[in-house]
């Protein structure tokens, strides 16, 4: 674990102050795993009709709406995507300007929009057209969330989640020295936060995404550090998950699994509720089924996966094999 930290520190110190992701300055570790053979990667080309115009886009998130449509987070000029089952295009919508920075995507069962600006650092409740319900931050602005001093300040928020009582919960610090889990009850007020920059237990390098299961179960990606964390509600440490690889994205199915991705490291993987990781697929590189980034991960109700590539612009979709 001592030259997995130190590896850590020098990807830390060769990013860029900005919130782009770098990639380690390290060997790619890929996991290791029989390979998930009930997926097959389907081309780009033939997976989206993509129109022309946001052809390219970097695409930072992923979920899928009640209607079974993919939507899409883009760091390009129009904010959401929306594509059907088949991959045929249904529309563009968000304001221009929205988002400064796209990064985090959260889809209640309303089809409610949540999503993270980690250059604007906030958090933004939209309805189902991208129009902007409630904001949790100062827009522009980062640093600490202290209430006594009045400080509303998120940096650099990556990601969200929703318990059962519909608290929401922020993963943040995606290239900072503040990465924690700030929580917040329905109407954006703070309620508790928790976590700070390390490798010790309930600690992280960076929290990249966040999960939540039936049992109010919060499962925290600590990307850098390989290992999934694992708290209540009230921040209490349940546990950790390690791995030979990043965790970058985290998907909770309803078949009792976990699928996540490996960024950098390239890969979608199925993982069993105790951490065990029972199959692999995919790896570094620009090819079909390949990545620069797997940064954010859902499925559909068919079961098939959809990653944002930020670094190959596009969505790589693997096909469940019946």
Same mark, same amino acid.
Not at 217 to 227: P, S
């Given at each position: 674990?001592?030259?997995?930290?130190?590896?850590?520190?020098?990807?830390?110190?060769?990013?860029?102050?900005?919130?782009?992701?770098?990639?380690?300055?390290?060997?790619?570790?890929?996991?290791?795993?029989?390979?998930?053979?009930?997926?097959?990667?389907?081309?780009?080309?033939?997976?989206?009709?993509?129109?022309?115009?946001?052809?390219?886009?970097?695409?930072?998130?992923?979920?899928?709406?009640?209607?079974?449509?993919?939507?899409?987070?883009?760091?390009?000029?129009?904010?959401?995507?929306?594509?059907?089952?088949?991959?045929?295009?249904?529309?563009?919508?968000?304001?221009?300007?929205?988002?400064?920075?796209?990064?985090?995507?959260?889809?209640?069962?309303?089809?409610?929009?949540?999503?993270?600006?980690?250059?604007?650092?906030?958090?933004?409740?939209?309805?189902?057209?991208?129009?902007?319900?409630?904001?949790?931050?100062?827009?522009?602005?980062?640093?600490?969330?202290?209430?006594?001093?009045?400080?509303?300040?998120?940096?650099?928020?990556?990601?969200?989640? /929703?318990?059962?009582?519909?608290?929401?919960?922020?993963?943040?610090?995606?290239?900072?020295?503040?990465?924690?889990?700030?929580?917040?009850?329905?109407?954006?007020?703070?309620?508790?936060?928790?976590?700070?920059?390390?490798?010790?237990?309930?600690?992280?390098?960076?929290?990249?995404?966040?999960?939540?299961?039936?049992?109010?179960?919060?499962?925290?990606?600590?990307?850098?550090?390989?290992?999934?964390?694992?708290?209540?509600?009230?921040?209490?440490?349940?546990?950790?998950?390690?791995?030979?690889?990043?965790?970058?994205?985290?998907? /909770?199915?309803?078949?009792?699994?976990?699928?996540?991705?490996?960024?950098?490291?390239?890969? /979608?993987?199925?993982?069993?509720?105790?951490?065990?990781?029972?199959?692999?697929?995919?790896?570094?590189?620009?090819?079909?089924?390949?990545?620069?980034?797997?940064?954010?991960?859902?499925?559909?109700?068919?079961?098939?996966?959809?990653?944002?590539?930020?670094?190959?612009?596009?969505?790589?979709?693997?096909?469940?094999?019946?």
């Amino acid at each position: 674990m001592k030259i997995i930290n130190t590896l850590c520190l020098l990807t830390l110190l060769t990013a860029s102050a900005e919130v782009a992701a770098q990639r380690p300055n390290r060997p790619l570790f890929p996991l290791q795993a029989y390979t998930l053979t009930d997926y097959e990667a389907i081309e780009y080309s033939e997976a989206f009709e993509m129109p022309e115009a946001f052809e390219g886009e970097s695409y930072a998130g992923v979920a899928v709406n009640s209607q079974g449509n993919l939507v899409v987070f883009s760091r390009g000029s129009t904010p959401f995507l929306e594509f059907n089952s088949d991959g045929e295009f249904i529309r563009s919508f968000g304001q221009e300007g929205l988002v400064r920075r796209a990064h985090g995507l959260h889809l209640e069962a309303d089809n409610t929009i949540w999503v993270t600006d980690v250059a604007d650092h906030v958090v933004m409740k939209l309805d189902q057209n991208g129009n902007e319900l409630m904001t949790i931050g100062t827009r522009g602005e980062s640093g600490e969330w202290d209430e006594a001093a009045g400080a509303y300040l998120f940096q650099q928020p990556n990601d969200l989640a /929703l318990d059962s009582a519909g608290n929401i919960y922020v993963a943040q610090g995606h290239g900072s020295d503040n990465p924690r889990v700030l929580k917040f009850n329905s109407d954006g007020e703070f309620i508790t936060q928790w976590g700070s920059r390390g490798y010790g237990p309930g600690q992280f390098w960076v929290a990249h995404s966040i999960e939540i299961d039936a049992d109010d179960v919060i499962y925290v990606a600590d990307r850098e550090n390989m290992r999934i964390h694992r708290f209540d509600t009230e921040g209490g440490l349940l546990g950790e998950w390690n791995f030979e690889a990043m965790v970058c994205a985290i998907f /909770l199915h309803d078949d009792g699994h976990m699928y996540i991705t490996t960024g950098f490291d390239g890969q /979608l993987a199925k993982v069993d509720m105790t951490g065990k990781v029972l199959g692999a697929i995919g790896r570094p590189g620009t090819a079909n089924g390949q990545f620069g980034e797997a940064h954010a991960l859902t499925l559909d109700h068919e079961d098939n996966a959809y990653i944002a590539d930020v670094i190959n612009r596009r969505i790589q979709k693997f096909a469940k094999i019946e």
